[in-house]
């Protein structure tokens, strides 16, 4: 492990320091921030009540009603100043999720990096909400559609990528016109914190937005919950478990808000006869061990085929045994602890049903010579199954890759989507026709579908999100904006007559 000066504490709290984040947050008796680097307590933060959280929906209320008055440009200035505070402080602030979230140096910078990419692309998207103008049956008529503010945007956030998910959400909403209220993850309350005091500053330098615009929440699952039966939050955006999402869900349809459902994925990868190899292996690599098989878009199912099985299982084998473990801060590691100890059960009993059912598992040890038993540190496992059953059908959210051989292409493409998430995928081919048919209307039954590249590691260009179990919801690029506005159509008469739309005559 890198000798570093400071401890993780000491280190974090210098951290939130710089960044702004006000000491009165800290309490005697109140939730724990802690880093999975060593399992220690960085802070003890105080909890929002839940009295504070419903006077925070009011307040973003209030401010809705002010900020959708202002042009959609003017509001793009303020993400154009926000993106400006990430990135002076983008070294800081990807540090902070290293610490908090255990995630490795770069992949901290990457999570801010893509903030300000999504900061970048609103503030160009607030001159481009636009309608369309539509043809009309009716002379002297004119047709459009408008794009108007939605109303308050609630924002509920997974662990494992603390501050990048709400920067989708919040970069999108402001310029949209909503108000942003976030309930971070319990888990990395710093993170979320420390970027509320980054839009604090912009909000300070843009100088005319209404007080309530945007607000976080600190606390648990029963905040999100009340966000989610709050009628005055139009728009729920819940990125997490689908676990999280079956409660969330129903209770937003009761009551007919807007849900944006970004749930667990069970993504796979084909390696067809003519994949390149040496490109698959790392992509596959990065892809299944990347944060710790801690994304939503972690590659866990691989469908080999099989006159290529055995030149590639002897150095995914080699990769997975040498692969470096340990403290992310160390520039050399590539793979960080999970996030908690219940992550590395978790994943201990997946290996286990694995086992049980005639799977032969590489690695998947826990690590305890690195951290004791306070820290979460396993070293990722390959799994060999004999087909596609037991745990291999579920997502677990660690560092596990289930491995199967395939024969056709057709079987293997119906194996990969007979799992009930569909966020990610990918297929490694040089075969044209096998390409072509993976990302078809027959291929894929995925949100993404990748070729030659790894199912993780999207681009903020493009509408993120999956479908069935995954939750059908999708953020960042494309048209993802119109989720956050609602859609108005204007028949307008400028004639002198009343003509009647398919022709009915109604005349008194
Ligand atoms: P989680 O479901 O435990 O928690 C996510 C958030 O939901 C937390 O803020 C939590 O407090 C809140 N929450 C939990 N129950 C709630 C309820 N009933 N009502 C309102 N809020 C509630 O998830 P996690 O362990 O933090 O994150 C890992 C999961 O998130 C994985 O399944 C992963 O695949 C998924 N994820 C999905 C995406 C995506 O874009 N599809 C992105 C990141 C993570």
Redesign the pocket.
Known sequence: MAPSVLSVRDDALAVLERLGVPASVHAQDGLPARSPIGGEVIATLRPTSRDEAAAAIGRAAEAFAVWRAVPAPRRGELVRLFGEELRAHKADLGRLVTLEAGKILSEGLGEVQEMIDICDFAVGLSRQLHGLTIATERPEHRMMEVWHPLGVCGV??????PVA?WAWNAALALVCGDPVVW?????TPLTALATHALLERALARFGAAPAGLAAVLIG??D???D??ADPRVALVS????????R??AP?LAARFARAIL????NNAAIVAPSADLDLALRAIAFSAMGTAG????TLRRLFVHESVYDALLPRLKAAYGSVRIGDPRDPATLIGPL?DNAAADGMARALDEARAIGATVHGGERLRDIRGEVAAYVRPALVEMPEQAGPMRR?T?APILYVTRYRDLDGAIAAQNAVAAG?SSSIFTGDLREAELFVSAAGSDCGIANVNIGPSGAEIGGA???EKE??G?R?SGSDAWKGYMRRATNTINYGRTLPLAQGVSFEV
């Open positions: 509920i956030s997974a662990f494992n990528f998910v309930k971070p993850s319990e888990k648990g699952r905040l999100g919950e966000l989610v819940a990125t997490g478990s689908t676990a999280m999402g409660h969330v209770k970004e749930l667990g994925g801690q994304r939503c878009t996030i997502e959210f966020l993120f999100g999956g995954t939750g919801g953020e």
